[in-house]
């Protein structure tokens, strides 16, 4: 209901039930008692899409490690999954350095997922052939087996 009333940014991306909001001793909402919201859960586990190249791979490898989680699936939003400004700055800079892809910060907004920012870095012929095989390299080097797949985006010769 509130993605119908906000933009999407707004809308928060998990909510906890509480039955009392803990207070401090002067009657104050205490915010450090308050519970860290579980991202995903059993629905998110339900939906899981593994990775299907490098490059998918190594993407849902950083947000993993960024957002603190065991994994993330290749269509999980990027803010869905507890994402904000300064991981998205961490991001952008493993980007740069790790894959020597330079994409503008909004693009996240656009391309909240990894399939959606896999996509966007295939666009661009000098991105695509750059970032590929970066992250084949860094997954040979992380000692992590490759996807099935290609690496191409479907529709597109390797």
Do not use: C
């Amino acid at each position: 209901h509130v993605g119908t009333k906000v933009p999407g940014y707004m809308v928060p991306s998990a909510f906890v039930v509480l039955a009392a909001l803990p207070v401090s001793a002067n009657g104050k909402v205490d915010r450090k008692a308050l519970p860290e919201p579980a991202w995903g859960g059993a629905a998110a586990a339900s939906r899981y899409e593994a990775p299907k190249t490098p490059l998918e791979t190594v993407l849902a490898g950083v947000w993993a490690e960024l957002l603190g989680l065991e994994r993330v699936g290749v269509r999980d939003s990027f803010f869905d999954l507890g994402g904000h400004s300064l991981l998205a700055v961490r991001l952008f800079a493993f980007l740069r350095e790790g894959l020597q892809v330079d994409l503008p910060m909004r693009s996240l907004f656009s391309a909240p997922s990894v399939t959606a920012l896999a996509e966007l870095i295939r666009t661009d012929e000098e991105h695509r052939t750059r970032a590929e095989k970066n992250a084949v390299l860094l997954l040979e080097m992380y000692g992590v087996e490759p996807p099935a797949g290609d690496g191409s985006a479907p529709g597109q010769q390797p």
